[in-house]
Structure formats: C-alpha cells, structure tokens
C-alpha cells in the first residue's frame, strides 16, 4: 500500500474476465478490496445499492450495454461515487462524451496499471472530506491501514497479506454478521462457493493470532450464518464448533 493511502473499496465493472482480474489484483496487491462485475444488470445494481470508494466502469458492456447508461443513473440517483471510464473508445469526442456523462475521469485502452492506479487514489483522497482514516480501532485491537500494522493491547500481531485483508473487513463492519459468500467475495474474489474450508482454516488461524491470555475472544462464528466481530460470545454451530477446533491445524484447500 503506497504511505499514507488508506484502504478503499473499488468496484471494476469489465466484461473482459483477464482485464478485470488484472486490475483487482493490482489493487488488491496495493492493500485495497476489489469487486469485479462482469455484467451491466448486476453492475447497476450493485453501484448504486452498495458504498464504493471508487467505480472502474468499462465502456463496452454484454449485451450492447454501454457503460455510460450505467454511469448516467448513477449521477441521475445523487450518488457522487468517483468513477474512472475506461474504454478502447479513445477519440477525443468519447473521451468528452464520458466526462460529460458524469466520468471523474477517462483512460483508453490499453493502459498501464501504474497510470490507473495514479489517477485512482487521486480521485478518493479528493472525494474523502477531511483527513482519511487509517487506523480502525475496536476494543484493545488497531490496525493501522497505512502502515499495515496490526496490535492487540499495545502487543504488534504478524498477519500474512489476506489475514489482513480478512481482519480489516471485519474491522470495517464492525459486530456486522458477515457470511462465508461476503467473505470469498471481498477477501478472494470468490462469486461462488468453492466447497472449500478456505473460510474457516483462515477465520480460525486469525482468531489463534489475535487470541491473548485472559482476553475475551473477538471474532465468533454465528451459528448457520457466518462470522461476527464483537465482544459478546456468539454460539456456535456445531459442525463448526469442531472445525474451529482442529482446523488450525489444516492446510487450507485453496490460496
């Protein structure tokens, strides 16, 4: 994560499944969380039901959908969302056709990540009002998004990259119940359950290393729905009570 650069939600709506996973890996890599839409429907409604720091929004869409259309209903709904038009529609008159539709800003195909990037974390420290939160705090746990340190009661926890991840998701939606299917979407870009124990080998390596003698317990699974950060004892379902007592010490079926 570049210093200073808080972590963000980002939106990339492209058809193209290689230019799409290009793009939420990059960002991914910087320490941000990336969505990935590969259709319109589901682009509209997710843009402008859900809050994102940032939309990448391609131009040419299945279905004859122009991104664009997208772009307008979501000016038309108030929503302010920084958007990045992207397209291989690189005239100067598209390039003005997608600023004027309410685009924050147009970069044509190809491009180079850096240069999106750039422009990217542009476009979110000018659209956050005042100075951006880079510590997340709950209880004796903080975590630093900048520095991408974490302690818990003044004592710095090791985390592996998606341990973080998985940690400031649940930081950012604090005694939120978040399922298995927000977390393989968020955390791994999973759309679909891959009938892997990914979720609970790493919930439960993540619990072991924020666990501190004496301290109550943070993170608690739900019993048949998912996780919780919290300071309250969430009871637990059964079958995962066991897995969350012997998977620590299995090796997680997928990265």
């Not at 492209?14 to 990059?26: F, M, P, Q, S, T």
């Not at 009002?129 to 705090?137: A, D, K, W």
């Not at 209880?139 to 090791?158: F, K, M, N, T």
């Not at 009570?241 to 079926?253: F, R, V, Y």
């Amino acid at each position: 994560m570049t210093p200073g650069t808080a972590m963000w939600r980002c939106l990339i709506v492209e058809d193209d499944v290689h230019n799409a996973r290009y793009i939420a890996d990059g960002f991914r890599e910087m320490g941000h969380v990336a969505v990935i839409c590969h259709e319109g429907p589901e682009a509209l409604t997710r843009s402008t039901s859900e809050a994102w720091d940032l939309i990448i929004l391609d131009r040419m869409l299945p279905n004859d959908v122009d991104g664009l259309s997208i772009l307008a209903t979501l000016r038309g709904l108030g929503k302010k969302t920084p958007v990045i038009v992207l397209s291989a529609l690189s005239a100067l008159d598209e390039r003005v056709r997608g600023l004027k539709a309410g685009g924050d800003d147009y970069l044509a195909k190809p491009f180079a990540f850096s240069e999106l990037a750039a422009r990217a974390e542009a476009l979110v420290r000018r659209a956050r009002p005042g100075p951006e939160i880079r510590v997340l705090q709950f209880a004796d746990l903080q975590l630093d998004l900048a520095r991408r340190h974490v302690e818990r009661g003044g004592r710095p926890v090791a985390l592996q990259p998606r341990e973080f991840r998985l940690l400031a998701y649940f930081m950012m939606h604090p005694t939120q119940i978040l399922t298995r299917a927000m977390l393989l979407e968020a955390v791994w870009d999973y759309r679909f359950d891959p009938q892997t124990n990914v979720i609970d080998v790493q919930v439960s390596r993540l619990r072991a290393k924020l666990t501190i003698e004496g301290a109550p317990q943070l993170i608690h699974t739900v019993r048949g729905m998912g996780y919780q950060l919290g300071l309250t004892d969430a009871m637990e379902h059964p079958a995962q009570a066991n897995t969350t007592a012997n998977d620590s010490a299995s090796t997680p079926s997928a990265p």
